[in-house]
């Protein structure tokens, strides 16, 4: 019994000559290598704001008194939908009277001067004039009767789909005629304003399509460049640009906006497969079992794929997971090999 622990002993003290003998290796994750192409973007960050032309100031051209508003600042408005109501002055109402009085006198003396020139007793030219007269009063009249002076009361209506951006009046205000009353914004009307740092504005150009990604979260949206300023903002120190919104988006949203200028070609690689350094970017490819280390040039990133330039060997499967242990000639195991 003695014999048999000493044996046992012994042979626990002896090294184990295979486990010395075997290289120490890593298990990876790897992917065959895939070359082409991908997008260039320029990230860019704005907010979504009235586009030029797409706001319109209402108001309504005789003097009067505000009665009621039925909406309130940022409501959404349809074509057609009453806005407020408006009492029209009786200065106004006094001279559409005036103006259908002169009508009628102007109507009477036309067709007296008629009468006489079939008598012979005026002249063509008096006629003309009769006629003249009438043709302006009828005018004058018209031009009161759009303008709402013939009705006692105004109702505003929105003229077409939209948000009420702000309301300059209040109950009980009186105005004078063309007083700004509601600034409504399109529905439609909205672009995102973002922020280019002025030495990549000449790669902006109007066309250009864009990845809009709202900041508050929700699914992203495809627009385009609609136009692009040639100044500095003077409060961002950036040069905007205006970008087309599909589809409808509250006015202030913030959206990281993803500028399409351009392609990139070259090997598309996930973007943990790449290592950076001091000494730049690397990554690593299996060969026959062994790590090799591959220096790369990083020319850009979408999404989670860096697009990278380098001498991969398109035969040997790229680590994606472990390479962070790795070093040049270091063996693997693989367990996604096929």
């Known amino acids: 019994m003695k014999a048999l622990l000493l044996a046992a002993t012994l042979l626990a003290l002896m090294p184990n000559r295979g486990r010395a003998d075997e290289a120490p290796s890593v298990l990876v994750k790897t992917v ?26 209402l108001s309504l051209q005789l003097e009067g008194r505000v009665t009621a508003i039925a909406v309130t600042a940022g409501e959404a408005v349809r074509a057609g939908q009453t806005l407020l109501l408006f009492e029209t002055s009786a200065a106004s109402r006094s001279a559409y009277a005036q103006a259908a009085g002169a009508l009628a006198l102007a109507r009477s003396q036309q067709m007296h001067v008629a009468t006489l020139l079939t008598e012979k007793l005026a002249t ?100 385009q460049v609609l136009r692009i300023d040639a100044a500095l903002n003077p409060r961002t120190r950036m040069v905007d640009a205006d970008i087309a919104v599909p589809g409808s ?57 860096d697009v990278v330039d380098g001498p991969l060997d398109p035969t040997q499967r790229l680590v994606v997971q472990g390479n962070y242990q790795l070093t040049d000639g270091m063996s693997v195991r693989d367990e996604t090999a096929p």
């Open 32 to 57: 065959p290598p895939v070359r082409g192409e991908s997008p260039k973007l320029l990230i860019a960050h704005g907010t979504a704001a009235p586009a030029t032309g797409g706001t319109m100031t």
């Open 124 to 223: 063509r030219d008096q006629a003309a004039l009769a006629d003249n007269a009438a043709s302006d009063a009828q005018a004058r009249l018209e031009l009161l009767r759009q303008q709402g002076a013939d009705r006692p009361t105004q109702t505003l209506s929105a003229p077409f789909d939209g948000v009420v951006a702000a309301i300059a009046v209040a109950p009980g205000d009186r105005l004078a005629a063309a007083a700004p009353l509601l600034t409504l914004t399109r529905a439609d009307g909205l672009v995102v304003t973002a922020g280019i740092e002025p030495a990549t504005r000449a790669l902006v150009r109007p066309g250009q399509p864009v990845q809009l990604t709202p900041l508050a979260g929700g699914a992203a949206l495809d627009g």
């Open 249 to 305: 988006v509250l006015s202030g949203e913030a959206f990281r906006a993803a500028i399409t200028i351009g392609r990139l070609q070259g090997w598309l690689v996930p973007h943990d497969a790449v290592l950076t350094d001091d000494n730049g970017a690397r990554l690593f490819q299996i060969a026959a079992g062994k790590a090799r280390r591959v220096a790369v040039t990083l020319l850009g990133t979408t999404g989670d794929i």
